[in-house]
């Protein structure tokens, strides 16, 4: 079995603006690129785990969704970064209209993104990680049965929408990273 790193993307791997999906708006959030590219060097699974509600709240399409991401791979792929997948949740049950106004699996902190990555890479959770800069994405880690590492970015854990206890707190995805790579050196 593999193992992995789960990474959300807004607020941990850029910047987040707010229901970003314009290319002229993404920012990567600094040191970024060096620490997956160190990750990459590893047997790790780097996979990117991430809400986008605007989806379905109608603020942009999935295919501006899609364009982004393709925008973001492209910058890792020139550095030599492999992400192994990428999964995201347009639904809210709530706020979202048409077909996205569902309570589904996906939405954070629950796991079905997760699963869904676990069963397609062969990924033992207990061997893995979560990354986040949101008290939803160190819950769903826990939920899942991976560790959680808690970014200091972002929202920087301060959103207050769950009671959490993260197994590690890093000021940026490149500590959070560095932590990993001692404790699996």
Do not use: W
Request: charged share 30%.
């Amino acid at each position: 079995m593999n193992k992995a790193v789960f990474l959300d993307r807004d607020g941990t791997i850029n910047v987040d603006t707010g229901y970003l999906h314009k290319k002229k708006d993404f920012e990567l959030i600094p040191g970024v690129i060096e620490a997956l590219a160190e990750l990459s060097k590893t047997d790790f699974k780097i996979i990117i785990i991430t809400s986008q509600s605007g989806i379905g709240r109608g603020y942009f399409t999935e295919e501006d969704y899609y364009n982004l991401t393709e925008y973001m791979l492209s910058l890792m792929r020139e550095k030599g970064i492999k992400i192994d997948g990428m999964y995201f949740c347009p639904h809210h049950p709530e706020k979202a209209v048409g077909k996205y106004k569902i309570v589904c699996d996906c939405r954070k902190p629950k796991i079905g993104m997760i699963e869904c990555a676990a069963a397609e890479h062969d990924i033992d959770l207990s061997q893995s990680y979560v990354i986040g800069d949101k008290t939803a994405d160190i819950e769903m880690g826990r939920r899942a049965g991976c560790k959680s590492i808690l970014v200091k970015t972002g929202k920087a854990g301060e959103d207050d929408e769950f009671d959490i206890a993260p197994y590690y707190v890093g000021k940026t995805l490149k500590e959070a990273i560095e932590k990993i790579l001692i404790e699996n050196g």
